[in-house]
């Protein structure tokens, strides 16, 4: 296996919903929901950097897709990483997230690896770590 991922699937309880955090809060850009002409087709799609796409996906379709009984959502196993390039920036992106209907479980502070971080839920409550690193200068 190629160490590769290219798309990152957040299973979600109201696709509208998280649409509207994800594009209209966090501005993410995307084409909306489409799939809607298949069963348990609809999704969102964002692109990210680098080839990367983040999807959202109904948690009822998404466990159906995989074979799997729906289960009820549990404390985060995983984050999903945001590298800023400053701790201003940081501070604006969990501010933005807030406004958006985010969940602050960790305000920004100095870290012990010498950056800077908080973390937020999304309406779903998955886990987010907004991030300055000083050792990981990023590209414009």
Do not use: C
Not at 46 to 62: C, E, I, M, N, V
Not at 82 to 107: C, L
Not at 112 to 126: N, Q, S, T
């Amino acid at each position: 296996m190629k160490p590769r991922i290219s798309l990152v699937t957040l299973g979600v309880d109201d696709l509208d919903a998280s649409l509207r955090f994800y594009r209209d809060g966090l501005g993410l850009a995307t084409q909306g929901i489409v799939g809607t002409e298949f069963e348990d087709g609809a999704v969102a799609f964002f692109d990210l950097q680098g080839g990367l796409k983040l999807a959202l996906y109904p948690r009822t379709s998404l466990a159906k897709d995989a074979g799997l009984p729906l289960g009820t959502p549990s404390e985060p196993a995983f984050s999903l990483g945001h590298n800023v390039s400053s701790k201003a920036e940081v501070d604006q992106v969990m501010e933005q997230a807030r406004q958006a209907g985010a969940v602050i479980v960790k305000p920004a502070r100095e870290t012990f690896w010498g950056g800077y971080a908080g973390y937020f839920r999304d309406p779903d409550g998955h886990l987010w770590e907004v991030a300055w690193n000083p050792q990981w200068p990023l590209p414009d």
